[in-house]
């Protein structure tokens, strides 16, 4: 918490502490303090009320006074003693101030208020932490892991890696792995806010949080519990907190000078004043006016509201990584969509093969599968789940950005987009293909064209209603792509998009994205790792499909850790409504000062009027920041949603 503020709930935190924080808000320190106080303030008053002895109902306010005042004055002097100074140097003097002037009552009303806002600040804070911290609960306390042939119970810290673990149906997996034995439907809702189970069998991977659904699993452990895919998260977002956005750094410019120029201006006021006035009077007015100034409201406006933010984000399955990012998230006006795994499901498929010079359809895919055989390529594993028996090419060398040449059988061949293969008879099927939003290859055998494949990764089925969404709430959608311009617009006139950049290198993105955030500010989604030069140039650069990919949650600002596209739009909604929270807390907190000051200087209002004014403004932007800790979890599968996808594709 900003300095400006408080009186030491912005100290570094320390490993456990979240086991001391209180549960409830009648469980923090100030809180019971503060009541304290208040009890005796009360016995104060009805000893004036009822004309009883001046000395006991002054006592009284002076236990009162101690006992509020031990909430914030040892830890101000303490930070004093470190350089620092806050609002509760600011409170501490003006209590002393009062004391000195023989208004102990007013001292102890301003120490008992004080004492609340601290305490119920302290508690929001608290809370809305925890709503990151939340999901490092989702592991379960104990595993079952094989040891020696014998199943054991063991604490999941304790699971090393390569152990098969034993997960039952209905069990919550306690660490990240691979599943060697069974097959289940996996509900991961808690991490990526997605209630569609995902399919999962050997070969899989499946995450720390995940509950099994259905058959008991063997799993090989593959992270341990402090570096499972869970703890990554809270990490990740825990340490990137601290970068503020521009709200956040407006506060902080505001807040930091204002505490050391209002101790200068009271001074000014009190000796100024005692030379046209009377000195008692001015000095009173003096303190109320280092009270109305102090700027506690607008230091707790931002952390609050961002703490309160993200963690409500992490239970949707978006990872925000700090107030930078929550703030330009909120701005986004232009979203740049890369076309593969983001529009698209990133699981192609051949759909088409046309033949010539008396080819058979065997013989052109055959062909294809052999020297695709050792390809990366996306489209290799769709050529290759397109034959059952292929024999891989020899002396295979790949041809950036056009295609591979090998030798199949002694005879040499290639693989290529046209252009770099002349489409020859095939220039029609070509031209089909292509304008059915697929991607075509040629094949030539021995210097002879025999046939193209027609490979097309089909949309995702929220697709077209994520698009127009976006285009509704006011936002410009362009879709960047590698494909050729008439695959790419074919795609895009399906999905509604008007604005479309293809035939785009990695480098060609990042300067199409430059070129874009030039007049709105702009976000990339991608995957992550293929746009990386994208998401990095971009205002934001949001990764989608993250979880499990460390690669993406690294280099994006935001990660979508599900598959599902419908979280985009929720994502960007939750950040502009947070962001209109954060923007009505710092104009609230503002107003506040600007009026109080006046009113303080010309004696309108006491010291205790003006500390209550104070914090129950506090407490009105406390309570506003924790708003933006609702958020809705998306209602369920889009109509047309396939069926649940794999494990394995579902972390690509």
């Not at 008007?498 to 990042?510: I, Q, S, T």
Request: a negative charge; charged letters at 20%; aromatic letters at 2%.
């Amino acid at each position: 918490m900003s300095d400006a503020c408080g009186c030491g709930h912005d100290e570094p935190r320390v490993e456990g502490e979240d086991e001391h924080e209180p549960d409830k808000w009648w469980q923090v320190t100030e809180i019971r303090a503060a009541a304290v106080a208040g009890v005796l303030l009360i016995a104060a008053l009805i000893v004036h009320l009822i004309g009883g002895p001046d000395a006991l109902g002054t006592g009284f306010e002076a236990v009162a006074l101690i006992v509020a005042g031990y909430t914030f004055v040892p830890s101000t002097l303490k930070r004093l003693a470190k350089g620092k100074i806050g609002v509760g140097t600011l409170m501490t003097i003006a209590a002393v101030g009062a004391v000195l002037l023989g208004e102990v009552g007013e001292a102890a009303m301003l120490a008992f208020l004080f004492a609340i806002s601290e305490g119920l600040e302290e508690y929001a804070v608290t809370r809305t932490r925890r709503g990151l911290r939340a999901l490092l609960n989702l592991v379960p306390d104990t595993a079952t892991v094989l040891r020696g042939g014998r199943e054991q119970t063991v604490a999941p810290a304790e699971l090393r890696l390569g152990e098969i673990m034993i997960v039952k149906p209905g069990e919550r997996l306690a660490t990240d792995g691979t599943i060697r034995t069974g097959r289940t439907a996996l509900d991961t809702s808690a991490i990526t806010g997605e209630s569609v189970p995902v399919e999962a069998g050997p070969g899989d991977e499946v995450f720390a949080g995940s509950i099994n659904g259905t058959g008991v699993l063997e799993v090989e452990v593959t992270a341990g519990a402090q570096d499972n895919s869970l703890a990554k998260i809270v990490k990740i977002v825990e340490a990137e907190q601290s970068r503020k956005g521009e709200a956040q750094r407006l506060a902080d410019t505001i807040a930091k000078p204002l505490v050391p120029g209002v101790m200068v201006a009271a001074a000014l006021i009190a000796a100024i004043g005692s030379v046209f006035g009377d000195p008692l009077v001015w000095i009173e007015r003096a303190l109320v006016v280092l009270v109305a100034a102090s700027p506690c409201a607008l230091a707790i406006a931002i952390p609050v509201t961002v703490v309160a933010a993200i963690g409500a984000a992490s239970k949707l399955g978006v990872l925000v990584k700090g107030g930078a990012a929550l703030e330009a998230l909120g701005r986004i006006r232009t979203v740049a969509l890369d076309k593969t795994g983001t529009l698209t499901r990133n699981r192609p498929e051949v759909i088409d093969v046309a033949t010539t010079g008396g080819a058979t359809r065997a013989d052109v895919l055959n062909l294809a599968a052999a020297l695709e055989a050792r390809s990366e390529h996306p489209l290799a594993a769709a050529i290759l789940a397109a034959v059952d028996d292929y024999t891989p090419a020899g002396d295979v060398d790949a041809v950036p950005g056009a295609g591979l040449t090998g030798h199949v059988g002694g005879i040499p061949a290639r693989l290529g987009r046209p252009g770099w293969i002349d489409p020859g008879p095939l220039a029609a099927d070509i031209e089909r293909m292509q304008h059915a939003g697929a991607t075509a290859v040629l094949i030539e055998r021995d210097g002879t064209l025999i046939g193209a494949i027609a490979v097309r990764d089909e949309l995702r089925p929220e697709a077209r209603d994520v698009v127009a969404g976006l285009r509704r709430d006011g936002y410009t959608v362009a879709m960047l792509t590698g494909d050729n311009e008439r695959t790419a617009r074919a795609l895009a006139a399906d999905v509604g998009i008007d604005e479309v950049h293809a035939d785009l290198r990695p480098e060609d993105k990042a300067r199409i994205i430059d070129t874009l955030r030039g007049t709105r500010p702009t976000a990339m989604v991608g995957d992550g790792v293929n746009d990386a030069p994208a998401l990095a140039t971009a205002d934001l650069g949001i990764a989608m499909g993250a979880m499990g990919t460390d690669v993406a949650i690294e280099t994006a600002d935001v990660a979508l850790m599900g598959e599902d596209l419908r979280h985009l739009p929720q994502a960007l909604q939750h950040a502009r409504r947070s962001r209109t929270i954060m923007l009505q807390n710092v104009g609230l907190s503002l107003a506040i000062i600007t009026v109080l000051i006046p009113l303080a200087l010309f004696g309108v209002l006491g010291l205790a009027a003006v500390v209550l004014v104070h914090e129950v403004a506090e407490i009105i932007v406390i309570a506003n920041g924790v708003r933006a800790g609702r958020a809705r979890a998306l209602a369920g599968p889009t109509p047309g949603m396939p069926k649940p996808m794999s494990a394995s594709t579902a972390s690509a």
